[in-house]
């Protein structure tokens, strides 16, 4: 099976730099990606990393070390639209749905 | 493109009666996902079909519920009957990989409401 954590909430400034974190156990799978959603809408794709290391996209960046069974997104010059909900998720080895971790709350303050 | 497109985003229904929610993926994506989200159980799969073909029903609650795609370009998730615990959000998303998608895009949803 698979499990997935994250810390429920985050606060954080405008300008600033967070790091949201996700450990997870799982047998096997492909990758890890991470999904923004804000509040009434509906899971926005934002990143994945199939291999080790860092990935990046403009302000937002993920990282996964599998040895660690760890990932993180990194979001730079926080804007107060950043504030949403970011999930990660794993794609099983041998399946292609998304299992989704617990969400964690960014709230970017002025 | 449209994005997946979701009917209706709104249903407020009474225990007992049938619902049936609409999907239509992005033309071009080989899969299908139906997710629940919950505050309780968070976002959940229920089921997920690969070129209109169900592939994993396992995360469907019981049997009053039931999917079907018939078609490339559209899946229905029918309740029946319809429980008060079946309030949620729910999506449909798809995407063009048929094992090991990691990018997925979602529909706007449908909030259901069961009085």
């Known amino acids: 099976g698979q499990s997935l954590e994250q810390p429920s909430e985050v606060t954080a400034v405008e300008g600033a730099i967070v790091q949201i974190n996700c450990t997870y156990q799982?047998?096997?799978?492909?990758?890890l990606s991470w999904y923004q959603q804000h509040d009434g809408g509906a899971p926005t794709f934002l990143s994945y990393?199939?291999?080790?290391g860092l990935e990046e996209t403009g302000r937002f960046s993920s990282f996964l070390s599998r040895s660690d069974s760890y990932g993180y997104l990194l979001l730079q010059e926080l804007q107060m639209k950043d504030s949403a909900s970011y999930f990660c998720?794993?794609?099983?080895?041998?399946?292609?749905?998304?299992?989704f971790g617990t969400g964690t709350r960014l709230t970017v303050i002025p | 493109d449209a994005g997946v497109i979701q009917s209706p985003r709104h249903e407020v229904t009474e225990m007992g009666q049938e619902v049936t929610l609409r999907c239509k993926p992005i033309?071009?994506?080989?899969?299908l996902f139906w997710y629940r989200q919950t505050m309780m159980r968070g976002l959940e799969l229920l089921i997920y079909?690969?070129?209109?073909?169900?592939?994993?029903d396992s995360g469907m609650p019981e049997d009053r519920f039931s999917a079907k795609m018939p078609n490339a370009s559209f899946s229905t998730l029918k309740i029946q009957p319809s429980e008060p615990r079946d309030s949620a959000v729910y999506f449909c998303?798809?995407?063009?990989?048929?094992?090991?998608?990691?990018?997925?895009?979602f529909g706007p949803g449908t909030r259901l409401t069961v009085t």
């Open positions: 998303a798809s995407t063009v990989r048929t094992s090991g998608s990691l990018e997925q895009y």
């Open positions: 799982t047998s096997g799978f492909y990758g």
């Open positions: 990393n199939a291999l080790d």
């Open positions: 998720a794993v794609s099983p080895r041998g399946a292609n749905n998304l299992f």
């Open positions: 033309s071009g994506h080989n899969s």
């Open positions: 079909f690969n070129n209109n073909v169900p592939i994993d």
